[in-house]
């Protein structure tokens, strides 16, 4: 029999569960997938811990829909919400749901979103500019690429996608769309194409990958979110509770080893001579560093390639 998760590979999904199941043992546990997808962590969760209850967030209406359908075995003990994951405490006030035994992040955007035609995320095959994960979100990847100026354009290039060649880009576009507006992520690749010399147009996979990944940070305001959903998960954990985040680039894995890294440090001054007990650490790291996907598992599942996994557990008041 195939797994339930079959046709949707979650990345590290042993790992994820070994970090996590310690905190899931006990009966009437709760676990919130603060990015749902198309629940293939939830669901290897919900069968590893059959007294588990699952609340699934997901800012995309399409990905609700469809974990609810693969969720259906599991009824009674899933509720689903579309929310950006930013709003974790007011997702939990409304469930009536106190504090929490695990919190898991699968970052980014899911294998399905590349997948899907339409959403344009994705540079391998022609789509509209779009790159929303909540399509009631007014802004587009084509509103940004129409309509900011060429150095803003630049500014988002260069901080969200690392791109060297940043300010060529943003001035090709701006070019390009005094001709006509952009509406497709074919136009945008050979703008992207054209703007980066050959010789390192050859180097690091796609040119395209950097300019993509940093529209779709700008569409989505998400290192902003994850700078706000973060704490707002370390702060729905039980004692004992423990949560894990499955990072795709730099940027996220930076965000989240700062989060984690503010709440394992003992902040007492180094004048005093003894640990003050409001300042003692909150939590304990359960990775050392970020952890990385096996060679076998990037063989099978290329899209794990890049990943970069951390946990920690919530310290008791006595530790």
């Known amino acids: 029999m195939s797994e339930p998760w079959a046709g949707h590979v979650p990345v590290m999904v042993e790992r994820v569960l070994a970090l996590l199941g310690p905190a899931l043992a006990a009966p009437d546990s709760v676990l919130v997938d603060a990015t749902l997808g198309r629940a293939g962590h939830a669901m290897a969760l919900l069968d590893a811990h059959p007294g588990l209850m699952l609340i699934g967030i997901d800012a995309d209406s399409d990905a609700i829909a469809v974990s609810g359908r693969l969720l259906t075995?599991?009824?009674?003990?899933?509720r689903l919400v579309h929310a950006v994951y930013d709003q974790i405490a007011e997702v939990l006030a409304r469930e009536g749901v106190g504090p929490v035994q695990g919190v898991l992040f699968d970052l980014g955007v899911s294998s399905p979103q590349l997948d899907e035609p339409g959403r344009g995320f994705a540079y391998s095959y022609d789509a509209p500019l779009d790159m929303r994960m909540d399509r009631s979100n007014p802004l587009t990847a084509a509103e940004v690429l129409n309509t900011y100026p060429a150095t803003r354009l630049a500014k988002v290039l260069r901080d969200y996608g690392e791109e060297r060649f940043a300010r060529r880009i943003a001035e090709a576009v701006v070019r390009a769309r005094s001709r006509a507006p952009l509406t497709s992520t074919a136009q945008l690749s050979a703008i992207i194409s054209e703007s980066i010399p050959a010789p390192a147009r050859r180097r690091g996979g796609n040119p395209a990958k950097r300019t993509f990944q940093a529209l779709r940070i700008e569409v989505n305001d998400e290192l902003?979110?994850?700078?706000?959903?973060?704490?707002?998960?370390?702060?729905?954990?039980?004692?004992?509770?423990?949560?894990?985040?499955?990072?795709?680039?730099?940027?996220?894995?930076?965000?989240?080893?700062?989060?984690?890294?503010?709440?394992?440090?003992?902040?007492?001054?180094?004048r005093l001579p003894v640990p003050l007990p409001a300042a003692r650490p909150r939590f304990a790291l359960l990775t050392r560093g970020a952890e990385r996907p096996s060679p076998a598992e990037v063989a099978a599942n290329p899209r794990a390639a890049s990943v970069r996994l951390r946990a920690a557990e919530r310290l008791g008041e006595a530790a």
């Open 73 to 78: 075995p599991y009824a009674g003990r899933v």
């Open 224 to 270: 902003a979110v994850l700078a706000r959903g973060l704490p707002a998960a370390l702060d729905s954990l039980a004692e004992g509770g423990r949560i894990a985040v499955l990072a795709y680039h730099s940027l996220e894995d930076r965000t989240v080893k700062r989060a984690l890294a503010a709440r394992v440090t003992d902040t007492t001054p180094a």
